[in-house]
């Protein structure tokens, strides 16, 4: 039986199909100009290793470096080709097989292979693989004949114990601290200053950066602090599951804790995490605060307690000025000074702003977006409130424009004064409605009271005898002022 005849019909080759050989091709030209060498063996070798990733095929690799002249070109594509190392990670059997035609490697194919480390590092090998390198590139050192002591070569020999160590960044910043020396002398000395776009070196400035943190005075500014607030600094990985951003807030946070935090700190933390008194799903509190731990979180919420009141008594101080209104610039002083007395006898446990549209928009002329606190928005052109927890025991809350000041004993369960994904109130929400609704939830009770400033004192006797009798006790005299503390004394009694 004769079976039919089999016809193919294969297409034209188009030019197109060869875009990629060509493309190769036009690399390997480029960067053998670069290697300072004209060797067509090498050239061959790069194009074909080249050729290899870019057909998506890295596993390849290995069975295709036989030869000296294939090592040289496998360690120079590592260290300077992108389109290289962008289709592929870095394997052991890769490392092995660089040994396989010969061990040891010659001196150049060292130099490259020490080179794409301080460049490459960590972006194309995980931890195991990355130590697999250190390993090779030390056992090689170790091999070698030096005539030239001040080589680059002579130098990784003599400083293998900091370079190539499983922390190397952190050494060689603790090199250049023990030497009492500049960064980039050391970099000089250690041979590493050609590197300094690369990866190595790059965790080595973020390394030098938490090192100055550690030790520049409590709350200081200083130029370091511009540069830890850089996205790409912050969102650095240090190790599997933190940033170097949460390495800066924990040495801020911390070095800063046991006193009132400076502004310049405060900025930093701020501009990095955001206010920490946010609902805990929203993706800034899960990025940074998360990781920080409650106790730093508390001190955080305790200095932002502190810029909270701060802030309202600018717009306060601001709303009586704007307003001409005698009354109410004569009382800002008594109001000042009544609420930063309950904030220096460490009464204030949380606090929250309400800023009207107006308020908002004169802070935002002061401080950029990202410096100031969380806070929640008035539908009120000219009212903003401050409410502050004293104690654990007294609801607070303090206003602009005739407000009257309200102290509660418990916050009403339909108020959500503390939901921090309500970010809009209403006016009357604060200024009647939570009157009303307290005594609907509690009846008539002496839990709540509403004060009215006047010049006579007798607003702060009434609000520290409230407080007296829910069980705080206070200075009269740092709530009064030194000024008028005389004047209360004979009035009321106080001793």
């Known amino acids: ?101 010969r061990d040891p490697i010659s001196k150049l194919s060292l130099l490259q292979l020490i080179r794409a480390y301080f460049v490459r590092y960590d972006s194309i090998a995980n931890t195991q693989v990355l130590a697999d390198w250190r390993a090779l590139i030390c056992s090689q050192l170790s091999q070698l004949k030096l005539s030239a002591a001040l080589s680059d070569l002579a130098s990784y020999v003599k400083h293998a114990a900091v370079l190539f160590s499983a922390s190397g960044p952190a050494q060689v910043v603790a090199f250049a601290r023990n030497k009492q020396s500049d960064l980039d002398g050391v970099l000089r000395e250690l041979g590493l200053n050609a590197f300094s776009h690369g990866r190595f070196l790059t965790l080595c400035r973020y390394q030098y950066y938490l090192e100055t943190l550690k030790t520049i005075p409590v709350g200081a500014e200083h130029d370091i602090l511009s540069e830890v607030v850089k996205s790409e600094v912050i969102n650095a990985p240090i190790d599997d599951s933190h940033l170097l951003g949460h390495a800066v807030l924990e040495i801020l946070i911390d070095r800063a804790a046991g006193s009132p935090i400076s502004p310049a700190w405060q900025s930093v933390i701020l501009s990095i995490a955001g206010d920490p008194r946010v609902p805990t799903s929203s993706p800034n509190y899960q990025k940074w605060w998360v990781l920080l731990g409650e106790q730093r979180i508390g001190l955080m919420r305790g200095w932002l307690s502190r810029f909270d009141l701060a802030l309202f008594l600018k717009v306060l101080e601001q709303s009586a000025r704007d307003g001409s209104i005698g009354d109410m610039e004569r009382m800002f002083e008594p109001r000042k000074q009544f609420m930063e007395g309950l904030l220096e006898q460490g009464l204030v446990s949380q606090s929250r702003l309400f800023l009207s549209r107006h308020a908002e928009h004169y802070l935002r002329k002061s401080f950029k977006k990202e410096e100031l606190p969380e806070y929640a928005l008035v539908d009120s052109p000219e009212t903003s409130m401050i409410y502050l927890n004293l104690a654990g025991k007294v609801h607070m809350i303090e206003g602009s424009h005739s407000f009257k000041l309200k102290l509660l004993d418990t916050l009403p369960s339909q108020f959500k004064l503390l939901d921090y994904s309500k970010r809009l109130y209403f006016d009357y929400e604060f200024r009647s409605k939570i009157v009303r609704i307290y005594t609907e939830e509690f009846g008539k009770r002496r839990g709540i009271a509403e004060l009215t400033h006047d010049v006579h004192l007798n607003w702060q006797h009434n609000a520290i005898q409230f407080l007296s009798e829910q069980g705080i006790s206070v200075s009269a005299y740092e709530l009064i002022g030194a000024a008028r503390y005389r004047e209360y004394k004979s009035k009321f009694g106080v001793s």
């Open 1 to 101: 039986m004769r079976l039919p005849d089999l016809t193919f019909e294969l297409p034209d080759w188009k030019a197109s199909d060869f875009t990629r050989i060509h493309d190769a091709e036009k690399k390997v030209k480029q960067i053998g100009r670069k290697a300072g060498t004209g060797s067509d063996s090498f050239h061959k070798a790069c194009l074909k290793l080249l050729n290899i990733v870019l057909q998506k095929q890295p596993e390849k690799l290995v069975s295709n470096i036989t030869s000296s002249v294939d090592v040289r070109a496998f360690t120079f594509l590592l260290g300077v080709s992108e389109e290289f190392i962008r289709q592929f990670s870095l394997t052991r059997a890769q490392l092995d097989v660089l040994i396989a035609p």
